[in-house]
């Protein structure tokens, strides 16, 4: 019954193209088909291991909106419609949409933060051990240990973190990963959506099927949300021939023409 | 306490670059004292080896990973010194600065240009003059390609990276990931397999890597180099025609290994030639640094005490690693997609 609703849920959703409803806030159980047919570890949870590419437009901007010169048109994956922004960030947030060409992190190849590298759309690499997963960006240098070995946040936070700090657990197949200890740097997205550095996101990772994960994330943020809000995308499994990430260290580019012993030509 | 050490590394914004520098001898306080197994860097943490272990290629009786590697997984440094000369590893970086070399030459490490015996890169003359030419502006860079690339945060590459900072060994079906300061490198298990090199027009800072396991060394032939990385301070260098076949052969006890790594380049070498550089892996025991240990005690109560390492993000912390040649702050739009 459970799972047919779900079924059902998904189909609607896969069709209207929106994420499903926000009342999937509590864990969706996993059916027994796709639990069957999803790799797994030594320890028999799900094993995540492989290249992944979001082929949604979050990136672009997390909001519903038409097209635009620098953006396709989406429906959106904030399960609430739009972000809860609290009165004065709102303000900021239209300051920001302003400025994005040119004031975007991304544009400086800089490390994109969580959860903005997930749906960027380039491929990352998950290897996964017992203690941790580690993801590795193609794009920039970012590389992001999920600690999953019990060890918890540390005592003290320092708020300068690029990517935060990571404890994950499992609740079933999903993989509940808290991040937290982030700095205000990131954006979430090409439209100018932001945080602060009271950034406290909770992720959670699980299979659709072998080949694609359903990534969810909750962010909540005092200075900035007036209430915590949900984001939903599907990623893919690069399955072209022989796919592997390809270094893209962009933020050389200034630079990159003089070496080795050159005057700037390529 | 270490993370404290960190963010002064991390952030470094405004401080003195030779504040960074953490291989310096103790400058000129040290020359000369009376020989001792080893000196102590300032930075700490690493023991400044003047000799060290040959290892032997041979057969791998040690743990193993899940598919069959030897396990190797762990936080390791280089034993010797950072990447100020790449010939005299305890002498000078150039352009005479404060500096003074870890006693005689004959006391100080030895080169790491392993063959030809003479220690010396065997350079073409024109490459020669090239390297000479970086080296005798090094410490005033008047042109762009006269700052050193990590001084702007660029990869270290191959094989700079394993002559600065720490750095971790990640293990996986089918990949190891060296997880460095300035950046990653996966290597493929598929060495022996017929793994195919990326397309000969793409080129890379830290190259394609393709290897496989031979008993207690790990075999990677590398390809498409873009050879921007430089070798360090003074100038050393291959280009982007270059191929290097890397072997980190492994102590029995896992506690060392040797990175051999032969490089071959007719556009820059008169004839292929061989580096090594030692390296050992840190234990509970070592004490943790901010440089060459650079991780801190995982919070984890009534569990076995185990190390963590953080981000160590450069560009955007306008953490360029200098000594010398001062990193320039990056402009602004880089991209258009």
Known sequence: MRQSTLKGALVLALLAGVAAPAGAAAPRKTSAAVAAAIPRDAQGHPDFSGIWQTLSEADYDLEPHADRRDAPPSAGVVEEGTIPYLPAALERRTKRFATRTTEDPRLKCYVLGVPRGVYYPAPFQILQRDEDLTLVHQFGNQVRVIHKDGSLHPEELHKELWLGDNRAHWEGDTLVNDVTDVNDETWLDRAGNYHSEELHVVERWSFVDKDTIRYRATLDDPKVYSRPWTIEVLLNRRRDANFRLIEDYCYTFEYADHYPHKDGQP | ?337
């Open chain 2, 1 to 337: 306490m270490t993370k404290s050490l960190l963010v002064v590394a991390a952030l470094a914004v405004a401080t003195p670059v030779v504040a960074q520098a953490p291989e310096q001898p103790a400058a000129a306080a040290n020359a000369g004292q009376q020989a001792r197994p080893a000196r102590q860097g300032q930075g700490g943490g690493i023991n400044r080896e003047r000799s060290f272990p040959a290892i032997a290629s041979g057969p791998w009786k040690g743990p193993r990973t899940a598919d069959g590697q030897p396990l190797v997984a762990g936080f390791y440094s280089n034993t010797i010194g950072n990447h100020s000369n790449f010939t005299d590893p305890q002498g000078r970086q150039p352009g005479g600065n404060e500096r003074a070399p870890l006693g005689p030459r004959s006391e100080r490490a030895p080169s790491r240009v392993s063959d030809p015996a003479d220690g010396e890169i065997p350079y073409l003359p024109a490459a020669r003059a090239l390297q000479q030419d970086f080296a005798k502006n090094f410490s005033d860079p008047v042109k762009p390609r006269y700052v050193e690339p990590l001084a702007r945060c660029a990869p270290a590459g191959v094989p700079k990276s394993y002559m600065w900072h720490g750095f971790e060994i990640r293990q996986y079906k089918g990949e190891v990931l060296f997880w460095f300061d300035s950046g990653w490198r996966l290597i493929h298990l598929d060495g022996d397999k017929g793994g195919k090199s990326l397309p000969e027009a793409i080129k890379l800072w830290n190259g394609d890597s393709h290897g496989h396991w031979e008993g207690n060394t790990l075999v990677v032939n590398v390809t498409n180099n873009n050879g921007k990385a430089l070798f360090g301070r003074q100038g050393d260098f291959m280009s982007e025609n270059a191929t290097v076949v890397e072997r980190y052969i492994f102590q029995p006890d896992g506690k060392r290994f040797n990175y051999v790594a032969t490089f071959t380049d007719p556009t820059v070498y008169a004839r292929p030639w061989t580096a090594t550089i030692p390296v050992r892996r840190f234990t509970a025991q070592d004490k943790p640094d901010g440089w060459h240990f650079d991780v801190h005690a995982a919070n984890a109560p009534a569990k076995p005490l185990a190390y963590e390492h953080d981000e160590r993000i450069c560009a955007e912390n306008n953490g360029g690693f200098g000594g010398g040649a001062v990193g320039v702050p990056g402009a602004g739009v880089l991209i258009a997609r």
